[in-house]
């Protein structure tokens, strides 16, 4: 991501950028379609990974001009184990190669990088630098960030739920008391605002495991684009379908 000039620091914490509720406070992005977009051009898979984290930067850079908090992106699922060793071998590759090429331009724009999952399971080398990433844009403003690695919904559930029992048997809590708000709480994504707008590419319609707590409420948009296809038009466009809907939570 080499820009010409840094993203505003808009945000101050906890008010909303805009102010306006058509725009999304928090995105987050099934990024699906690699494989398809490398197999149509006769490509290996890793090369469709390589031009996926293409799409990133440019979606990165979109989202922030157009005033999103929080862009979280679903990179490895706790699932994308099960792909051959080759791939998954291709995929940490990649991250460390986006971490050591990235990491100054998304200081230089402000943009403020945090983690969902287990990314620890990338082994210690990737899990430090990953960490060291996180720590060294702790101070960014113009957007956060969320990478999903080693992240898997019902994990983050059954954490949050063993969490709450060991309070309730130490005594700390009343199992009667728990409640939504405190399930939320424990979960990887509490510190950001809910989930308002979750895009899916490649034509696939389901949520793999991603974020199924936090999408109870969220807007969701299917997309036949393959991941390495999406740009900044591709977010325009899906912005633009997320600010004429009219949003009821459960209401009429
Ligand atoms: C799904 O496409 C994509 C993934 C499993 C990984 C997502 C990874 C990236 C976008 C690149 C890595 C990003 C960074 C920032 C390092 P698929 O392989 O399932 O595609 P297919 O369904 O067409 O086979």
Known sequence: MTLERPLAPLRAEGVARTGDARVPRHVAIIMDGNGRWAAK???PRVAGHRAGAEAVRKTVR???EAGV??????AFSSENWRRSAEEVSDLTALMRFYLDHELASLKKEGVQLELIGEPEAFGPDLAARLQRAVESTRHNR??????ALNYGSR?????AAQTLAVKAQRGEIDPASIDEAMIGAELQTARWPE???????????????FLLWQAAYAELIFLDTLWPDFDAASLTAALGQYAVRQRRFGGR
């Open 142 to 147: 113009a957007i956060t960030l969320v990478m």
């Open 195 to 209: 989930l308002d707008l979750l895009i899916r590419t490649s034509g696939e319609v389901r949520l793999s495991n």
């Open 62 to 64: 979109a989202a922030a």
């Open 41 to 43: 051009r006769g490509l």
């Open 69 to 74: 908090e929080v862009l979280t992106l679903y």
């Open 155 to 159: 994990g983050e559930l059954a954490k």
